[in-house]
């Protein structure tokens, strides 16, 4: 997909927010701190449209970008935060459970797990629930740029074995630094929204 026009459109806190037109949406679900912002800023080619940070935790909206006429990007709050009370926990739970089982647009989930580390239960558990609403997924592995080359291939059977994932499944390395794995990724974004 060429990008011609990217923007912000909402942060949102609920439903009655989300946008109308019934535009795709690809949403982006993961740890905090796995490279939610990021990848979705190297997607179309921005610096910082969608905000980055190096604290973990600060997303907690959903926050919808508009990506020319062709779809929304909806960038989830992360999990797995330690610092946040149950509270919040089981808020952030209802929240996203009521998004991804209800939100018609929703077309497909990119689950970012961290290349460099065996996915956590956390992750584990998402994978599951996501596959048990028979969400269309790609699992994407991020930060490959801080994994030497000659260990890309032992990590990637980390994550797919730990997750339990089906040989054929969709995958994705990427690396918001170099760029890597972008295009694959457009490929199967496109045809998730039928581009
Ligand atoms: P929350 O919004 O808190 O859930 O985090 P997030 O998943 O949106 O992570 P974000 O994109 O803000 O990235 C977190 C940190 O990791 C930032 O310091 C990024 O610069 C860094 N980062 C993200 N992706 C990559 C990558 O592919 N390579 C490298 N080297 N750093 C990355
Ligand atoms: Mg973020």
Redesign the pocket.
């Known amino acids: 997909m060429k990008v011609n026009r990217s923007e912000f459109i909402i942060s949102a806190v609920g439903p009655s927010q989300y946008p109308q037109d019934a535009l795709p949406e690809v949403a982006l679900a993961?740890r905090?701190?796995?490279?939610?912002?990021?990848?979705i800023n190297k997607m179309i080619n921005r610096r910082n449209l969608a905000r980055?940070?190096?604290q973990?935790?600060?997303?907690q909206t959903l926050n919808y970008y508009r990506i020319n006429d062709d779809l929304y990007f909806v960038?989830l709050?992360?999990y797995g935060y330690a610092k946040v009370s149950q509270e919040q926990r089981r808020k952030w739970g209802q929240f996203i459970e009521e998004y991804l089982t209800g939100r018609e647009p929703l077309k497909l989930l990119l689950l970012?797990i961290d290349a460099r580390h065996e996915p956590t239960k956390d992750d584990v558990l998402m994978y599951e629930w996501v596959r048990h609403f028979e969400l269309p997924l790609v699992v994407v592995a991020?930060?490959?740029?801080?994994l030497p080359k000659s260990q890309w291939q032992k990590n990637v059977k980390i994550v797919k074995e730990t997750l339990g994932m089906p040989k054929d499944a969709p995958f994705v390395l990427?690396?918001?630094?170099t760029g890597m794995g972008k295009e694959e990724l457009w490929s199967l974004i496109e045809s998730a929204i039928g581009y």
């Open positions: 993961g905090s701190n796995v490279g939610k912002s990021s990848l980055t940070s190096s973990p935790g600060k997303t960038d709050p992360g970012l991020t930060k490959a740029d801080k990427f690396s918001s630094e």
